[in-house]
């Protein structure tokens, strides 16, 4: 008899995170989810991530898979490749997380629960709604910055979500067919801006889970100048752009 249990993969972007990876696999195995697999995309990372990643998907805990892009051309460009590929492979809900373990992986059950119970397109894992919370090791103007670009964000394309700029999500495979994932052009924060502006558009339904966001455990953050003016100049080009 085939099991109903929807199949669920984790795109993971990766770019020197030999350190982290692993754990975050042994995470992902220990959750109570049957047809879990989880697909690297490793961005030619020069630690070493990409075998770390192969070794894993020949003897690790858990269904993995890697895709290895010769060049390294932004979070945005990276998660667009896993997904499409996730989808090629079947793949009936896509989660989004970071390697460096921010994002709670204990959560996931619960956000693949409410894509199933709910009207829900998409569900994100969210810093600021209600029980959500941020890692204590954050200085003040981190929390600022955030609390700021949320507002920024939500002011100009009136999104309704608490955590505009949130890059833990579970998407349902249509949903992500509905938006055209393959057109999306933007990078780092404008990146997850846009796919929710574009769910927003459609009519569809976005929803939110409690998450503790979590200081990354090694390694350095790749967040970039220009990836900052581009999330800034983001959300007035989708206001004032073409519509979809």
Same mark, same amino acid.
């Given at each position: 008899m085939e099991s109903s249990s929807p199949k669920v993969t984790v795109v993971v972007p990766t770019y020197d995170e030999r350190d982290n990876l692993p754990v975050l696999v042994d995470l992902l195995a220990g959750l109570?989810? +049957?047809?879990? &697999?989880?697909l690297v995309v490793d961005d030619n990372s020069p630690d070493g991530t990409g075998a770390v990643a192969d070794a894993l998907a020949a003897s690790g805990p858990v269904p993995l898979s890697?895709?290895? =892009?010769?060049?390294k051309n932004g979070l945005g460009r990276a998660y667009v490749a896993g997904m499409l590929?996730?989808?090629?492979?079947?793949?009936?809900?896509? %989660?989004?997380?970071?390697a460096d373990l921010s994002h709670p992986a204990s959560v996931i059950p619960t956000m693949v629960r409410t894509l199933a119970e709910t009207d829900a397109a998409v569900v994100i894992g969210s810093r600021y709604v209600e029980g959500?919370? %941020?890692?204590g090791e954050w200085e003040w103007h981190r929390k600022a910055l955030s609390a700021w670009a949320n507002i920024y964000v939500n002011t100009i394309l009136r999104l309704g979500v608490k955590d505009a700029t949130a890059g !833990?999500?579970?998407? &349902?495979?249509a949903t992500l067919r509905k938006i055209d994932i393959g057109s999306i052009r933007s990078n780092g924060y404008a990146f997850q801006v846009e796919m929710n502006y574009r769910v927003?558009? =459609?009519?569809? =339904?976005? =929803? #939110?889970? +409690?998450?503790r !966001? #979590? #200081?990354r455990a090694e390694g350095t953050s790749k967040m970039s100048f220009a990836v900052q003016v581009e999330s800034?100049?983001?959300p007035w080009k989708l206001r004032f752009g073409r519509k979809p």
């Open positions: 109570d989810l +049957p047809d879990l &697999h989880v890697v895709l290895h =892009r010769t060049e590929k996730a989808l090629d492979e079947g793949a009936d809900i896509v %989660v989004q997380m970071d959500g919370s %941020v890692a !833990f999500k579970a998407w &349902h495979a927003t558009q =459609r009519g569809m =339904r976005i =929803r #939110e889970v +409690p998450i !966001f #979590e #200081e800034a100049r983001m």
